[in-house]
T-cell receptor, first 114, second 114 residues
């Protein structure tokens, strides 16, 4: 069984740029959730995708957007990057069979905005 | 963003000691989860709890879903050096609607001295 994978591992961008982060869900999982984890904090929910549709969103501005593909992989896009967007971005997958709240996380993408 | 109250914030113990940490919320949760996160890595699921009063073990770890559905605790018995890391509680709120988002605690840093 393949776990959740994310790419890239690290990324450095400058303020105002755009970034795309990628996630492959664990095999058999059809739901993907994205979280932002600032240094020293717990992860904060950004949004969730189920059947290629956004299924709920946390308190993040519209410049945070996402996609889910037919193979359940997902992308997180952030436009007009700000310094405060520097964080570890985590993807988590889950399934109806295993419980949609029982989420398994990937290793994360560390984004640094200069 | 919203975070659960988790205590203690940090613990420094000797190898072999038992550890206890807890998490509280002002609202009711349907699911409680406990994760361990190493520096620069994603959270790893330790235990998932689905019913009020449920007590579940995973090796030396034991967790309970509080009767009021507003709290949970995690115990680690006979700690070893590899238990070092940050432990997070996470819950799925009952009023989350169709979104299966997780709200995380503030984290407990555990240090184990050999």
């Amino acid at each position: 069984e393949t776990g959740v994978t994310q790419s890239p591992t690290h990324l450095i961008k400058t303020r105002g740029q755009q970034v795309t982060l990628r996630c492959s869900s664990q095999s058999g999982h059809n739901t993907v959730s994205w979280y932002q984890q600032a240094l020293g904090q717990g992860p904060q929910f950004i949004f969730q995708y189920y059947r290629e549709e956004e299924n709920g969103r946390g308190n993040f501005p519209p410049r945070f957007s996402g996609l889910q593909f037919p193979n359940y992989s997902s992308e997180l896009n952030v436009n007009a990057l700000e310094l405060d967007d520097s964080a570890l971005y985590l993807c988590a997958s889950s399934s109806l069979a295993g419980g949609l709240n029982t989420q398994y996380f990937g290793p994360g993408t560390r984004l640094t905005v200069l | 963003g919203q975070q659960l109250n988790q205590s203690p914030q940090s613990m420094f113990i000797q190898e072999g000691e038992d550890v206890s940490m807890n998490c509280t919320s002002s609202s009711i949760f349907n699911t409680w989860l406990w994760y361990k996160q190493d520096p620069g890595e994603g959270p790893v699921l330790l235990i998932a709890l689905y019913k009020a009063g449920e007590l579940t073990s995973n090796g030396r770890l034991t967790a309970q879903f509080g009767i009021t559905r507003k709290d949970s605790f995690l115990n680690i018995s006979a700690s070893i050096p590899s238990d070092v890391g940050i432990y997070f509680c996470a819950g799925a709120p009952r009023n989350g609607g169709a979104t299966n988002k997780l709200i995380f605690g503030t984290g407990t840093l555990l240090a184990v001295q050999p």
